[in-house]
T-cell receptor, first 113, second 113 residues
Framework: DTAVSQTPKYLVTQMGNDKSIKCEQN?????MYWYKQDSKKFLKIMFS???????INETVPNRFSPKSPDKAHLNLHINSLELGDSAVYFC????????????FGSGTRLTVV | GDSVTQMEGPVTLSEEAFLTINCTYT??????LFWYVQYPGEGLQLLLK?????DKGSNKGFEATYRKETTSFHLEKGSVQVSDSAVYFC????????????FGGGTRVLVKP
């Protein structure tokens, strides 16, 4: 069983489209995260949710909207996609605190053309 | 704010060579420290961690010691294999619930036969 699963693994879309990435964890963790990894491998946090409540919302354009229907799911919806949104997006989960580390999903490679 | 600085790569080694990747940090509190590894096309996997000063984390032949006096957490392996080729990330977390992992920029390691 996959601990943190993301879908889709690859996403190619045109500028201006709206797309969603889904994430699910079966670890019983309370906190979930979205990170963006750019072409130079730099990882930047976007959002975190603890038990469906938004905890961290970094400086991210309003076009990005996370949704957590329950503590096992954290989806990412992106409106009006731009070329600069091309990146790998990682979902992760942890126990209440990040001090025990994260478990990561395998990533979604988004390419905007 | 909190930050992690890693040596820039790529680091190119021959099989059975000794590997060191330097990592230093600044933190507003008392951090937990981590090393993650990312193999090509995959998500990040926790390699090892340490939660207090002088702790040594170890896994798969890799080791790192939490040095509070030098604010460092250098990763070492005595004899690398081709399969160790990957990107390695140093990270820290500070505080309690609602915190996050802050990552360094990653170090690409290439081991040649």
């Amino acid at each position: 069983d996959t601990a943190v699963s993301q879908t889709p693994k690859y996403l190619v879309t045109q500028m201006g489209n709206d797309k969603s990435i889904k994430c699910e964890q079966n670890l019983g963790h309370d906190t979930m995260y979205w990170y963006k990894q750019d072409s130079k491998k730099f990882l930047k946090i976007m959002f975190s949710y603890n038990n469906k409540e938004l905890i961290i919302n970094e400086t991210v354009p309003n076009r990005f909207s996370p949704k957590s229907p329950d503590k096992a799911h954290l989806n990412l919806h992106i409106n009006s996609l731009e070329l600069g949104d091309s990146a790998v997006y990682f979902c992760a989960s942890s126990q209440v605190t990040a001090n025990y580390g994260y478990t990561f999903g395998s990533g979604t490679r988004l390419t905007v053309v | 704010g909190d930050s992690v600085t890693q040596m820039e790569g790529p680091v190119t080694l021959s099989e059975e060579a000794f590997l060191t990747i330097n990592c230093t940090y600044t933190a507003t509190g008392y951090p937990s420290l981590f090393w993650y590894v990312q193999y090509p096309g995959e998500g990040l996997q926790l390699l090892l961690k340490a939660t207090k000063a002088d702790d040594k984390g170890s896994n798969k032949g890799f080791e790192a010691t939490y040095r509070k006096e030098t604010t460092s957490f250098h990763l070492e392996k005595g004899s690398v294999q081709v399969s160790d080729s990957a990107v390695y990330f140093c990270a820290l977390s500070v505080g309690a619930a609602g915190n996050k992992l802050t990552f360094g920029g990653g170090t690409r390691v290439l081991v040649k036969p």
